[in-house]
T-cell receptor, first 113, second 113 residues
Framework: RKEVEQDPGPFNVPEGATVAFNCTYS??????FFWYRQDCRKEPKLLMS???SGNEDGRFTAQLNRASQYISLLIRDSKLSDSATYLCVVNQVSGAGSYQLTFGKGTKLSVIP | DAGVTQSPTHLIKTRGQQVTLRCSPISGHKSVSWYQQVLGQGPQFIFQYYEKEERGRGNFPDRFSARQFPNYSSELNVNALLLGDSALYLC????????????FGSGTRLTVV
């Protein structure tokens, strides 16, 4: 089983649509959680951290369920500029004190006019 | 302020050759991590350095090595290149390397022929 699994995608949605991304992780000792966004042939950029209480940033809402090891991202009122690959990321700590970001494969979103 | 700087941006090498990739972190950041991103996959952890000490290593062969200098810049070396080493190599800079505040450089795209 992969450490971080995401919807395979791609998602093609019209402007204004609501789109949801789902992610599961296998390591219950994972400490922190993030969604990153990666544009084509660019570096990943932090979209938002994810907390158990749920958090919102404008049109974006992220949720974490530690019991089921599940992370979600909801984008409301999709814009053309939201087209990108969305990466689910889990931060794990090794015994040696190394913090390692483990990335999912990513889900590509295309917002269509 | 300058972001994370990686050099070179693109590189073509022949199988069996050696390559050195360079990363300059954001000023004041003491941690550098290296990731490999193969086309169609999420980034995969290679190394983490903090205060010039190796903190962690991912599941990569000994052909991969790295170091961090007193000015916190870092080099990633790959020996005996294989075709499968073709990827985007990303450097992430952070203040403390605890998973938060990571900023990625734009990467070095390595092609092995």
């Amino acid at each position: 089983r992969k450490e971080v699994e995401q919807d395979p995608g791609p998602f093609n949605v019209p402007e204004g649509a609501t789109v949801a991304f789902n992610c599961t992780y296998s390591n219950s000792a994972s400490q922190s959680f993030f969604w990153y966004r990666q544009d084509c042939r660019k570096e990943p950029k932090l979209l938002m951290s994810v907390y158990s209480s749920g958090n919102e940033d404008g049109r974006f809402t992220a949720q974490l369920n530690r019991a089921s090891q599940y992370i979600s991202l909801l984008i409301r009122d999709s814009k053309l500029s939201d087209s990108a690959t969305y990466l689910c990321v889990v931060n794990q700590v090794s015994g040696a004190g190394s913090y390692q970001l483990t990335f999912g494969k990513g889900t590509k979103l295309s917002v269509i006019p | 302020d300058a972001g994370v700087t990686q050099s070179p941006t693109h590189l073509i090498k022949t199988r069996g050759q050696q390559v050195t990739l360079r990363c300059s972190p954001i000023s004041g950041h003491k941690s550098v991590s290296w990731y490999q991103q193969v086309l169609g996959q999420g980034p995969q952890f290679i190394f983490q350095y903090y205060e010039k000490e190796e903190r962690g290593r991912g599941n990569f062969p000994d052909r991969f090595s790295a170091r961090q200098f007193p000015n916190y810049s870092s080099e990633l070396n790959v020996n005996a290149l294989l075709l499968g080493d073709s990827a985007l190599y990303l450097c992430a800079s952070s203040p403390t390397g605890d998973g938060y505040g990571y900023t990625f450089g734009s990467g070095t795209r390595l092609t092995v022929v």
